[in-house]
């Protein structure tokens, strides 16, 4: 009898230490949705400072329209991600986890990982910052249309389940995002609001891909040493490769160069790309540790919370904070936000288990 009682008691004490490190998960979780917004405030305001004001003022510093919106935009992500990966790096230093760091590199969670940042470094965040400068915040909600991808994804490459519920989630996102689509273009958008959204849509393919692709290394390493590892991939890919193929494409070789070398130069928007750096750093780090303690989907979905924080902190740190004009959002933007939110909630989980775990 005191046998099954102590046996019962263990189970018990079991079951709360798993929903309790599971409740952590979620909150780490929604954490990386909040530190994604700040980070993209402080990204955009990083870029419209120092040279960056010149190449996208008026002056525009004798660049043409296609370095503007590629190599440019390219190169914003570039930055940001060094920063980013310095901040990774010199945590991982301060806690002596550079060992750590090299080692894992040439292991297959190592490789995987990289592989996952150059999916959502050079490719998606590049299309992010892109659709960010042309279009603005608008582009932040429909980016996040990344966990119903990688639901998606999950179905196609893992033979995932995609019950009715994260059918009628997708559904939703998918809704909250043509809704953007279609106020955008009827109420007299900026000009490149479209390529803002198709880079905006292009950045949600990458992200849901690379959460399909980290979700196999994120239980076997390290948060800490995973983004390390992404954060140094995408920041040394989009310098060295992605940047001087497009200044290629785009017929001049050597703008590459010019104008890395100007940006790291600009003090005035080193500061906040500093910044920005930082904040990345902390939503990439809790998303992978996020989705090694509650699974790849719901920790999509939480971090896909940056759909309503983006716009938030676009809004108070740029609009308010700075007094830079455009960055107010309509009514139907702020509700499309909402719904994607919920959208993105529904496909990571049933809503009415919340109620059903409180009443247990």
Do not use: H
């Amino acid at each position: 009898m005191a046998e099954a009682v102590a046996n019962t008691t263990a189970v018990v004490a079991k079951k709360k230490l798993l929903s309790g490190f599971y409740k952590k998960g979620i909150g780490i979780g929604l954490f990386s949705g909040l530190s994604y917004g700040i980070f993209t405030a402080f990204l955009a305001l990083a870029m419209s400072k120092g040279i960056w004001g010149d190449w996208y003022g008026a002056n525009t510093a004798g660049l043409s329209s296609f370095a503007l919106i590629y190599v440019i935009g390219a190169l914003g992500c570039g930055v940001n991600d060094t920063c980013s990966a310095v901040w990774s790096l010199g945590m991982a230093g301060v806690r002596g986890k550079l060992g750590d760091f090299f080692r894992t590199l040439n292991t297959k969670p190592g490789r995987m990982i990289m592989l996952a940042a150059l999916m959502g470094g050079p490719i998606a965040n590049s299309a992010f910052v892109i659709g960010l400068a042309m279009a603005g915040s608008i582009i932040v909600p429909i980016s996040a249309l990344c966990p119903a991808i990688g639901a998606i994804l999950g179905r196609m490459l893992y033979k995932q389940a995609l019950t009715k519920r994260m059918i009628l989630g997708i559904v939703i996102c998918v809704c909250a995002s043509a809704l953007i689509g279609i106020s955008s273009i009827t109420g007299g958008a900026q000009k490149g609001v479209g390529i803002g959204i198709i880079a905006a849509i292009i950045a949600a393919v990458g992200w849901g891909i690379e959460g399909c692709i980290a979700g196999y290394s994120t239980s076997m390493v390290d948060s800490e040493i995973g983004i390390a590892i992404r954060q140094t991939t995408s920041g040394l890919a989009n310098l060295i490769i992605f940047i001087p193929i497009i200044a290629i494409i785009g017929g001049n070789a050597g703008l590459s160069f010019q104008v890395i070398g100007q940006a790291f130069t600009s003090s005035p928007a080193m500061i906040w790309f500093a910044v920005s750096g930082l904040c990345a750093y902390l939503s990439y780090m809790t998303w992978y540790k996020s989705s090694s303690m509650t699974g790849v989907a719901l920790g999509m979905a939480t971090n896909g919370t940056y759909s309503f924080f983006g716009p938030f902190f676009c809004w108070i740190i740029l609009g308010v904070g700075f007094g830079i004009k455009g960055w107010a959002l309509s009514p139907i933007s702020w509700f499309c936000a909402v719904l994607m939110a919920i959208g993105i909630l529904i496909i990571a989980m049933n809503p009415m288990d919340l109620f059903k775990k409180r009443e247990a």
